[in-house]
């Protein structure tokens, strides 16, 4: 307390913090409850190679990921909710292939949900379509031709999530980045609601903030909203958004590398995002790296590993980003106000404090990333300005009794700086109330009253190589309706299924989806890829066969693919078609660069046998062992992945796979 006298008056100034520094202050009130952080699985087939891992470096992925006070310790789990579609970087399975049919065991969220639930049972699980089965729009591409149609597929997953596999879906969404319709979204609470999942939430709409104008104007839509889920904000949201009376969340967000510039990347956001924006959870886009090299978003995920053949895996810096966060803080805590706990540091960067329900806990995470470094693929922001600084600390109100927080501590190594990741450091002492502490560039500090907290650690997984050959596949020791493990479906849907003790692997897709992206899937082929981006010298072999109800045109065999996602119709390399009156060999995917073509003849109904040889500019083709053309082959295409698939939607079966050097 300072006395000072001015004429006949005198005035105390109790705490008065300094100028430049900052408060932590509960006296006012409370901000925004906070609603956690989260990866996404999907978006898709993201987590598609995680599976099949060795059991040990499998179950340390997933504690990185999901273990409280490990790792990630992440509070929401997002899924995909499969629609058989091309969704970014593959196909994930539908539970209703058809409308006559349900199955809970297609896919790995499931068990991805599963084990993040053991891991953390407080865990929040959210549910997201990307595209649908083309029965669900009655043909039409439009899932919103029968809402009520669309809202019983929906509800359908989310029951049977429950049912075959106890998992209650706490959040739901509409359709990924791509149009809501307002009769739908009444519709789907209807449906919820009547078959009693009223604690399922509806995230709306998973796209911008465009939802905002019809919640002002809808009461009942209002209500229905459960929070306003907007996709790569840049930290900020806008005016309706925020004036709407809504939870706001960044419900996808991050899509950068995992080096350091995703680790900065991923802070900035987790902490802007309510600075700016009032953003109340924030979801990286995507959980995890467990998918083939080159496709798009490689190693994007908040860790990698995408080498289930050896059981290398990386723990990346978003891992520890988040950690400053997720291990100090739970859902249902909530923010201090801005300007008193929350807001900007005096020379750039952002700070926030947070608080447990009891009130008698307090957690600061501040963050110093600047411009240069922290970039995220869809952050188009203008350039900010951060240099290092001395912060000093005000905690008031109840605060003011603490003696010392707890530090943790980042250094993002950029600039000739060392990475430094998760450290504990020495408490930050406190003298009535006051501390200073210093922040350089592309820092995190976490302050906590928590005495929790770890890095986890495990010993070093085993070194990278690449996909073993030979390498060979009779998919007899899969389970029912299993996806095959190295086979990553780029359209289509491919599943194992059994005559006997013969396991086989049958294409599913009949009819043209409901797509995200109509460039993939609407080339209407099936298609598969596998193995190593940089392969050149191959040769692919498979038998197949085609039913004789409901079965594809054709199947192919190819070598150097080398396009994947949203660009798979684009795709070149050296495919082999055999139809059932003719052989093709082309260039590209869509037989739009035909070399040449030739008779060929076989039934449906019976298994044959294709191979595909390519060594320099040489191809062999093979059909039921007798080789059907040997000569060169004009080609742009000179590596990529092994690839199969059919020529159009519809049933196809393969079985004995065998790759090898050609």
């Known amino acids: 307390m300072i006395m000072l006298a001015w004429g006949s008056f005198i005035f105390l100034l109790v705490q008065l913090a300094p100028a430049n520094s900052i408060a932590f202050d509960d006296s006012v009130g409370y901000g925004r409850q906070f609603d956690g952080i989260g990866g996404l699985s999907g978006g898709g087939a993201t987590s598609k190679l995680l599976i099949n891992y060795p059991e040990q470096f499998r179950s340390e992925v997933l504690d990185f990921l999901f273990k409280p006070s490990f790792g990630a310790s992440l509070q929401i789990l997002k899924v995909e909710i499969g629609g058989d579609v091309q969704s970014t970087d593959g196909t994930e399975a539908s539970h209703m292939h058809y409308s006559w049919e349900e199955n809970y065991e297609r896919g790995y969220e499931w068990w991805m949900m599963k084990e993040a639930k053991k891991r953390n049972p407080n865990i929040k699980?959210?549910?997201?379509?990307?595209?649908?089965?083309?029965?669900?729009?009655?043909?039409?591409?439009?899932?919103?031709?029968?809402?009520?149609?669309?809202?019983?597929?929906?509800?359908?997953?989310?029951?049977?999530?429950?049912?075959?596999?106890?998992?209650?879906?706490?959040?739901?969404?509409?359709?990924?980045?791509?149009?809501?319709?307002?009769?739908?979204?009444?519709?789907?609470?209807?449906?919820?609601?009547?078959?009693?999942?009223?604690?399922?939430?509806?995230?709306?709409?998973?796209?911008?903030?465009?939802?905002?104008?019809?919640?002002?104007?809808?009461?009942?839509?209002?209500?229905?909203?459960?929070?306003?889920?907007?996709?790569?904000?840049?930290?900020?949201?806008?005016?309706?958004?925020?004036?709407?009376?809504?939870?706001?969340?960044?419900?996808?967000?991050?899509?950068?590398?995992?080096?350091?510039?995703?680790?900065?990347?991923?802070?900035?956001?987790?902490?802007?995002?309510?600075?700016?924006?009032?953003?109340?959870?924030?979801?990286?886009?995507?959980?995890?790296?467990?998918?083939?090299?080159?496709?798009?978003?490689?190693?994007?995920?908040?860790?990698?590993a995408k080498e289930p053949w050896n059981g290398h895996y990386v723990v990346s810096p978003p891992i520890w980003a988040s950690a400053h966060t997720t291990q100090f803080t739970e859902i249902g805590w909530s923010y201090l106000k801005h300007g008193h706990g929350v807001g900007t540091l005096p020379k750039g960067g952002t700070y926030v404090g947070l608080v447990n329900p009891r009130r008698d806990h307090l957690t600061i995470v501040m963050e110093s990333m600047t411009f240069e470094h922290?970039?995220?693929?869809?952050?188009?922001?203008?350039?900010?300005?951060?240099?290092?600084?001395?912060?000093?600390?005000?905690?008031?109100?109840?605060?003011?009794?603490?003696?010392?927080?707890?530090?943790?501590?980042?250094?993002?190594?950029?600039?000739?700086?060392?990475?430094?990741?998760?450290?504990?450091?020495?408490p930050l002492k406190f003298t009535r109330g006051k501390a200073t502490v210093f922040l350089d560039l592309n820092q995190i500090i976490t302050l906590t009253t928590l005495k929790t907290g770890r890095k986890g650690s495990y010993p070093p997984s085993p070194p990278h190589t690449?996909?073993?050959?030979?390498?060979?596949?009779?998919?007899?020791?899969?389970?029912?309706?299993?996806?095959?493990?190295?086979?990553?479906?780029?359209?289509?849907?491919?599943?194992?299924?059994?005559?006997?003790?013969?396991?086989?692997?049958r294409q599913m897709v009949t009819q043209m989806t409901i797509p995200w992206c109509k460039s993939a899937d609407g080339v209407k082929k099936a298609y598969n890829v596998f193995g190593e981006f940089a392969w050149t010298d191959i040769a692919v072999a498979f038998d197949f066969r085609i039913p004789t109800v409901n079965g594809s045109s054709g199947v192919f065999v190819g070598a150097r693919a080398n396009r994947g996602g949203c660009g798979s119709s684009t795709t070149s390399g050296i495919f082999f078609f055999a139809l059932p009156d003719k052989f093709v060999l082309s260039t590209d995917i869509e037989r739009k660069r035909t070399v040449m073509g030739g008779e060929l003849s076989y039934s449906p109904g019976a298994w044959h046998r294709i191979a595909l040889s390519v060594l320099d500019n040489t191809v062999k083709l093979s059909f039921d062992g007798h080789t059907v053309y040997h000569g060169d082959v004009p080609t742009s295409s000179s590596a990529g992945w092994a690839a199969l698939g059919t020529d159009n939607y519809g049933l196809a079966d393969f079985d004995n796979l065998e790759i090898n050097s050609a």
């Open 125 to 304: 699980l959210y549910g997201l379509p990307w595209g649908f089965p083309g029965w669900v729009g009655d043909g039409t591409g439009n899932p919103y031709h029968n809402v009520s149609k669309t809202a019983d597929y929906i509800v359908r997953w989310i029951n049977g999530a429950k049912s075959k596999h106890n998992l209650t879906i706490d959040y739901v969404g509409i359709w990924n980045e791509r149009p809501y319709n307002i009769a739908y979204i009444k519709t789907l609470r209807k449906v919820l609601d009547e078959r009693g999942f009223q604690h399922t939430q509806i995230i709306a709409s998973d796209n911008k903030w465009e939802i905002a104008a019809d919640l002002s104007k809808d009461a009942e839509l209002k209500k229905i909203v459960h929070a306003i889920g907007c996709h790569y904000p840049g930290t900020y949201s806008s005016h309706e958004a925020q004036h709407v009376g809504k939870i706001l969340w960044s419900s996808e967000d991050y899509c950068q590398k995992n080096n350091e510039t995703g680790g900065a990347c991923w802070a900035r956001v987790i902490n802007r995002n309510f600075v700016h924006g009032y953003m109340t959870s924030t979801i990286a886009w995507d959980l995890i790296a467990s998918y083939y090299t080159n496709l798009p978003g490689w190693d994007m995920g908040l860790m990698t």
């Open 374 to 426: 922290s970039k995220c693929q869809w952050d188009w922001k203008s350039p900010f300005k951060v240099s290092p600084q001395n912060v000093s600390l005000s905690l008031e109100g109840k605060w003011a009794e603490i003696k010392e927080m707890n530090m943790w501590f980042t250094q993002l190594g950029f600039d000739g700086k060392s990475n430094i990741f998760f450290e504990k450091k020495s």
């Open 466 to 505: 690449e996909f073993p050959l030979p390498y060979s596949d009779n998919f007899d020791g899969y389970r029912v309706h299993e996806e095959p493990f190295y086979l990553s479906q780029q359209t289509g849907a491919f599943e194992v299924l059994t005559e006997g003790e013969n396991g086989f692997v």
